[in-house]
């Protein structure tokens, strides 16, 4: 099993929307879990952090967790065509036997947000 | 300062040449790494400076050597490499050590690469 799983898309979906991402682990003992979006050509930027069970919102944004079930969403409400990149799912996964931890990057999904 | 400044945006060089890319951040960060990301693919890890300190380093070919002066600055000295090393490098940095779970990593804009 692949350590962060994504959809690859692409989504497309119609300007005001909403968008839904979707992406699962592997690691049980993960605790912190992020969603970059990622313009052709540009470095990825963050866009939410999430900690814990529940949602978190920010503006447009809202970050889904659900640890039972190793799982983490992100909804973008109103989508707008500048919303329109690839979003990247990553979580932070301890390394075997080395005492550390690694951000790992699901394949990343690709939206359209069609005007 | 919230920024990580990597310089140059764009490179290109023959498989013969040396030439390093240079990574930048005042923010106080322990931890700073470099990836490598492909068209259409994830970032892939590099290397991992913790605490000034190679913490992490993913099997890379010995073409690409890295090099963490003091704790703002990161470097990676290129030698040798070969076409199919093209690719956008990535510089990060967060605010804590590798053995945190907790890291959240910003990222500079990259550089470009291009081997001829």
């Known amino acids: 099993q692949k350590e962060v799983e994504q959809n690859s898309g692409p989504l497309s979906v119609p300007e005001g929307a909403i968008a839904s991402l979707n992406c699962t682990y592997s690691?049980?003992?993960?605790?912190?879990f992020f969603w970059y979006r990622q313009y052709s050509g540009k470095s990825p930027e963050l866009i939410m952090s999430?900690?814990?069970?529940g949602d978190k919102e920010d503006g447009r944004f809202t970050a889904q967790l659900n640890k039972a079930s190793q799982y983490v969403s992100l909804l973008i409400r109103d989508s707008q065509p500048s919303d329109s990149a690839t979003y990247l799912c990553?979580?932070?996964?301890?390394?075997?036997?080395?005492?550390?931890?690694?951000?790992?990057f699901g394949k990343g999904t690709k939206l359209s947000v069609i005007p | 300062d919230t920024e990580v400044t990597q310089t140059p945006k764009h490179l290109v060089m023959g498989m013969t040449n040396k030439k390093s890319l240079k990574c930048e951040q005042h923010?106080?960060?322990?931890?700073m790494y470099w990836y490598k990301q492909k068209a259409k693919k994830p970032p892939e890890l590099m290397f991992v400076?913790?605490?000034?300190?190679?913490?992490i380093n993913e099997s890379v070919p010995s073409r690409f050597s890295p090099e963490c002066p003091n704790s703002s600055l990161l470097n990676l000295h290129l030698h040798a490499l070969q076409p199919e090393d093209s690719a956008l490098y990535l510089c990060?940095?967060?605010?804590?050590?590798?053995?945190?779970?907790?890291?959240?990593?910003?990222f500079g804009a990259g550089s470009r690469l291009t081997v001829l």
């Open positions: 690691d049980r003992v993960s605790q912190s």
């Open positions: 990553a979580v932070n996964i301890a390394r075997k036997g080395a005492g550390s931890y690694q951000l790992t």
């Open positions: 990060a940095s967060s605010p804590f050590g590798a053995n945190s779970g907790a890291n959240v990593l910003t």
């Open positions: 400076y913790s605490y000034e300190k190679l913490s």
């Open positions: 923010m106080g960060h322990r931890a």
């Open positions: 999430i900690y814990s069970n």
